[in-house]
């Protein structure tokens, strides 16, 4: 069965004139009547009745009109729908992030300037956001310490800082300088699990200097360690992007090396030309 045929028949039971048919399709009267010729001769069928004023419909070909006319209607809904989501007048974003600080700001500049996307934010750690998103779970995905790696399309955001989260009558709380990282040597801690990129960096920095914390408890989110250091189970530690408003804790910066996290938004290097992925890398900061 030939595509082109049936929409030029289509075309011309719809219009009721062959010129009109071929406006319609922009393409010549005799194309039409070719396409129109050609499926009734292979099918040894008549479709149209053609009289000196205008074209009719046979029985079959009103039977047929009815059937195009469904196939070509969910033809052109389909093509209203890819060209409202290529004007981003509609569509949906699947985003992941490794935390909500940095990502909730995108997604609030993406949805002013876009209200007809939808986003659909899937928050795990650094390990599960980059699986979403090498997976195609996800269609773009804030990053920490990400290595280069082929087929995926890095660009920088931000970085942050490793700082010490203590509680408010803490005698470091009030230390707008902060504390030496030396200083956390056999010092409590409650810390978030090894996985973790926030542990994984500040293991990494007191391994250099031999600084060796007492870890008391390793806790599956950055919610937990917050809790825990309000009720002075050990010192903590946040990323400087992640400090929440809270009146039982205070963040104080840690000084010294190594102490600092790059921030990046992705995508699969493929997908980087559609224009929903362009637009959240034109609106990142």
């Keep these: 069965m030939n595509l082109f045929q049936l929409r030029a028949f289509d075309a011309v039971a719809r219009e009721g004139s062959f010129t009109r048919a071929a406006a319609r399709l922009f393409i010549s009267q005799p ?5 129109i010729k050609a499926l009734e001769e292979h099918y040894q069928i008549p479709l149209l009745r053609r009289t000196a004023r205008r074209v009719e419909l046979t029985e079959e070909g009103t039977r047929l009109a009815a059937i195009t ?17 290529r004007q981003l007048l509609s569509g949906r974003l ?8 940095l990502v909730m700001p995108m997604i609030a500049s993406l949805r002013a300037r876009y209200p007809g996307i939808t986003v659909n934010l899937r928050l795990g750690n650094a390990q599960e956001t980059l699986a979403a ?21 890095l660009q920088p955001l931000s970085e ?54 007492r870890v008391l408890l390793e806790l599956d989110s950055r919610e937990a360690v917050t809790e825990a250091v309000a009720a002075e189970l050990g010192v903590g530690v ?13 963040a104080v910066p840690i000084q010294g090396d190594g102490l600092v996290n790059r921030h990046l938004l992705g995508c699969l290097q493929r997908r980087r030309s559609q224009r929903m992925i362009q637009a959240v890398f034109e609106l990142a900061p």
């Design 133 to 153: 998103l090498l997976a195609e779970h996800a269609d773009v995905a804030v990053l920490t310490e990400v290595a280069p790696r082929n087929g995926v399309h």
């Design 94 to 101: 699947e985003v992941a992030a490794d935390g909500p600080h």
């Design 31 to 35: 194309a039409v009547t070719g396409h």
């Design 160 to 213: 942050s800082r490793i700082c010490a989260l203590v509680p408010a009558a803490h005698p470091w709380a009030s230390l707008r300088e902060g504390i030496a990282l030396k200083q956390l040597h056999d010092v409590i801690m409650v810390l978030r699990e090894p996985g973790s990129i926030t542990r994984r960096t500040f293991d990494d920095a007191c391994q250099v200097v031999d600084v060796q914390p």
């Design 69 to 85: 006319r469904a196939i070509f209607g969910l033809v052109d809904e389909a093509q209203t729908l890819l060209e409202a989501n």
């Design 238 to 250: 946040v990323s400087s992007i992640e400090v929440s408003p809270d009146p039982r804790v205070r």
